[in-house]
């Protein structure tokens, strides 16, 4: 699917929810949440101008790295990273920053 503005949220998918959630107290006690508010899109479900930025961002970081044959394992052992980090970043779920500077300083 083309990033545009109608996109779904990356964390949501389009929902505008997320759950089950434990929700603890504190004091031993808490409570289980089916749907909860999406914390990125406030339950809209369409991805925000910011993360619509990640999404950009990291769909080029995605191509880079699958057109050197490169695994997400394998870039997560060379950049000392854990893949699921890697995922997030290159999926729009996490500002990938971090991972751009990793890449340019290779």
């Known amino acids: ?3 545009d503005e109608s996109c779904p949220c990356p964390t949501c998918k389009g929902t505008g929810h ?3 959630i434990h929700l603890n107290y504190g ?9 909860v508010p999406c914390h990125r899109c406030g339950g809209s479900g369409i991805a925000t101008p910011e993360t619509l930025d990640w999404m ?4 080029v ?7 050197s044959g490169e695994t997400m394992g394998d870039a997560a052992t060379r950049l000392g990273m854990i893949a ?5 970043m290159e999926e ?14 290779q």
Request: charged share 35%; net charge positive.
């Open 92 to 105: 729009g779920k996490r500002e990938p920053s971090r991972l751009e500077q990793k890449v340019a300083a």
């Open 61 to 67: 970081l995605r191509e880079a790295r699958l057109a």
């Open 18 to 20: 997320v759950g089950p």
């Open 56 to 59: 950009a961002r990291g769909k």
């Open 27 to 35: 004091n031993g006690r808490g409570e289980w949440k089916v749907k």
């Open 1 to 3: 699917m083309p990033i």
């Open 84 to 88: 699921s980090a890697i995922s997030a």
